[in-house]
T-cell receptor, first 111, second 112 residues
Framework: QQQVKQSPQSLIVQKGGISIINCAYE??????FPWYQQFPGKGPALLIA?????SEKKEGRFTISFNKSAKQFSLHIMDSQPGDSATYFC??????????FGTGTRLQVFP | NAGVTQTPKFQVLKTGQSMTLQCAQD?????MSWYRQDPGMGLRLIHY???????DQGEVPNGYNVSRSTTEDFPLRLLSAAPSQTSVYFC???????????FGSGTRLTVV
């Protein structure tokens, strides 16, 4: 019940395309759903996060879509750029502040 | 303002050796945690602390000890290193009630 399932494991997108990464969770107590971006040799950095009271949150080219009934959420990267090439992790957490992470998606954007 | 500082950045240990991975934060965050990152397995929680003097186990605590004597520091101890502990270790902190983690830059540990 604590798992967060993430797909795909890897993603190749052409510059200017849309990158979509999906996550699913089981624990209905989760109320915080962040996405982290990690470059090689660096720690993950918070990219964008959503609470279940909204179905979508947009920050620049990055959008989280949230489907509470399906217990799924996804990250959309519009107009993908080579600089977006990184590993992306979804996560979920509740009031306890612990975050459960997905297994990661390696995104490569080719010019 | 350094954020979360982890030392060392790299370490090679022999099986059976012990060592301590250091983590310090200067943001006065109450909550600190240790994760390990392995290929295909994401980030898995080892131990966490909700404040000085309080620690608890995460998903993969075996073989690791922690203590939290101050708000700033949260060291992770490997008592008797095993090859299965070869991994990249990340420390993170966040203020209570705001689960937006700030991660350190990681320690890459190899056990031979």
């Amino acid at each position: 019940q604590q798992q967060v399932k993430q797909s795909p494991q890897s993603l190749i997108v052409q510059k200017g395309g849309i990158s979509i990464i999906n996550c699913a969770y089981e624990n209905t107590a989760f109320d915080y759903f962040p996405w982290y971006q990690q470059f090689p040799g660096k720690g993950p950095a918070l990219l964008i996060a959503i609470r279940p009271d909204v179905s979508e949150k947009k920050e620049g080219r990055f959008t989280i879509s949230f489907n509470k009934s399906a217990k799924q959420f996804s990250l959309h990267i519009m107009d993908s750029q080579p600089g977006d090439s990184a590993t992306y992790f979804c996560a979920a957490g509740a009031n306890t502040d612990k975050l459960i992470f997905g297994t990661g998606t390696r995104l490569q954007v080719f010019p | 303002n350094a954020g979360v500082t982890q030392t060392p950045k790299f370490q090679v240990l022999k099986t059976g050796q012990s060592m301590t991975l250091q983590c310090a934060q200067d943001m006065n965050h109450e909550y600190m945690s240790w994760y390990r990152q392995d290929p295909g397995m994401g980030l898995r929680l080892i131990h966490y602390s909700v404040g000085a003097g309080i620690t608890d186990q995460g998903e993969v605590p075996n073989g690791y000890n922690v203590s939290r004597s101050t708000t700033e520091d949260f060291p992770l101890r490997l008592l008797s290193a095993a090859p299965s502990q070869t991994s990249v270790y990340f420390c993170a902190s966040n203020p209570t009630g705001n689960p937006g983690y700030t991660f350190g830059s990681g320690t890459r540990l190899t056990v031979v």
